[in-house]
């Protein structure tokens, strides 16, 4: 299995803060690479596929890339409706596998 | 719109199956699409668990592979998922999703349904 790993596990800042988030995976994944976002009590919801590619109606404001092993998730500027966490995941090859999750609290 | 919708009880006693159900609506079921579950456990991450087409074919989680059936009624418009043998560290929320090659290029559960919490005690 591919193990995926995020880091930080938690981060807490303030709003309009430049926030990045890293996920590595345990192999070459080539860009087959997406990002979630849950809120509590919600579904997960995809903001980012193919590393760096924006799921239609998510703000510009989040973006990825990366390719191979190592991704990045960056929101330009923390807004109050970002306050979640974020999970990396992997579709190059089953079992699909999901990063542990990044929490991001308000400071 | 494409809506899903899980559904199925709430607790389970260990040893027995739970038995969930996705109902689609807004969407053909068997527009070549795969149909998944992930699960989550109170306050930890998602578990991919894993995904049917709507021909019957179908991929699991080694870990659950001996536990696990993934079934699809077209007729119904929804998919099914049973696990046996169910033990405490079976709770959780259970999602089942759409997977989507987006644009083409990857896959991915591009929607949602919104999760059902199963419990597993006596």
């Known amino acids: 299995d591919i193990q995926m790993t995020q880091s930080p596990s938690s981060l807490s800042a303030s709003v309009g803060d430049r926030v990045t988030i890293t996920c590595r995976a345990s192999?070459?994944?080539?860009?087959?690479l997406n990002w979630y976002q849950q809120k509590p009590g919600k579904a997960p919801k995809v903001l980012i596929y193919?590393?760096?590619r924006l799921q239609s109606g998510v703000p510009s404001r989040f973006s990825g890339s990366g390719s191979g092993t190592d991704f990045t998730l960056t929101i330009s500027s923390l807004q109050p409706e970002d306050f979640a966490t974020y999970y990396c995941q992997q579709s190059y090859s089953t079992p699909w596998t999901f990063g542990q999750g990044t929490k991001v609290e308000i400071k | 719109q494409v809506q899903l919708q899980e559904s199925g009880p709430g607790l389970v006693k260990p040893s027995d199956t739970l038995s969930l159900s996705c109902a689609v609506s807004?969407?053909?079921?068997?527009?070549?699409?795969?149909w998944g579950w992930v699960r989550q456990p109170p306050g930890k991450g998602l578990e991919w668990i894993g995904y049917?087409?709507?021909?019957?074919?179908?991929y699991y989680i080694p870990s659950l592979r001996s536990r696990v059936t993934m079934s699809v009624d077209t007729s119904k418009n929804q998919f099914s998922l049973k696990l046996s043998s169910v033990t405490a560290v079976d709770t959780a929320v259970y999602y089942c999703?759409?997977?989507?090659?987006?644009?083409?290029?990857?896959?991915?559960?591009?929607?949602w349904g919104q999760g059902t919490m199963v419990t597993v005690s006596s």
């Open positions: 193919a590393a760096s």
């Open positions: 999703a759409r997977m989507n090659k987006l644009e083409g290029i990857v896959d991915a559960f591009d929607i």
């Open positions: 807004g969407y053909s079921i068997s527009n070549s699409d795969w």
């Open positions: 049917i087409y709507y021909t019957g074919t179908a």
């Open positions: 192999q070459s994944i080539t860009s087959y």
